[in-house]
């Protein structure tokens, strides 16, 4: 019996053996599948009205990271704005970011950043950012002005071959809250979304009205969405395929 119960504690031990040999291979492959391509940080500090769909949107911006091979931090701490910090990153987002959020050493400290040829994503009230700091607005392409109620619109892709607009429908129709902006880019940026105001009550822009455009600027890439007020946007697959092309496009590494 005796001889009986050491082999049976042997063979305990070798298996136990085998199958932890067996998980840190596993996980060391895990670990090489999974090796981001970029970092992406998402910053959400407000300073002004608060969206409560922010945490739905890191969650999201989280999903598309680990489905497609970006790191994503997130913070509302500005000390995020230093060079050895902002370092790490390809893309910086502003999710829903309002107000007077980034002291004058924060910003030079980003500026710095997409001069050195990184990336910017704006999301909605990123245009609801820092009026005062010229070298944003046209990093961001214009302001928020005002929007009517949430309700649904209809979209019209402009670039159907750009990252974030080549899943899309050629006309997309969802709700949202619709922003008017103090001026239209267009004449600055590459229109990728423009909306129709027909399709819904209050818009006060025209014919012309951007809603999604993207351009280089200062050695950089800026993308920006004037969408995703609501929670429900960070669960619709077209909305985040939209976003995930802008991050992707930022970055300056191809998928």
Known sequence: MALVSDLVRYLSRAALAAVASFTLHMLDAQSADYDPAFAVAVFSKTAGYRHESITAGIEAIRALGAQHRFAVDATEDA?????????????????????????????????????????????????????????????????????????????????PTHESTRTLPALWTRTDEWYDFRDDPSGRVSVLLQLDE???????????????????YDGGRAWYTALGHTKESYADPLFLSHLLGGIQWASGVRP
């Open 198 to 216: 027909t399709t819904y009550s209050g818009g006060g822009m025209g014919a012309s009205h951007p809603a999604a455009w993207c351009h280089s």
């Open 79 to 159: 000390a995020l704005f230093n060079d050895e910090r902002l370092a790490k990153y390809r893309v910086v987002v502003f999710l829903n970011t309002t107000g007077h959020i980034l002291d004058s050493d924060r910003q030079a400290a980003f500026e710095r950043f997409i001069q050195n040829g990184n990336g910017f994503v704006g999301i909605h009230s990123a245009t609801d950012t820092e009026y005062d700091w010229p070298w944003y607005g046209q990093l961001v392409g214009t302001y928020f002005k005002r929007h009517p109620k949430i309700q649904p619109a209809t979209l019209r892709v402009v670039d």
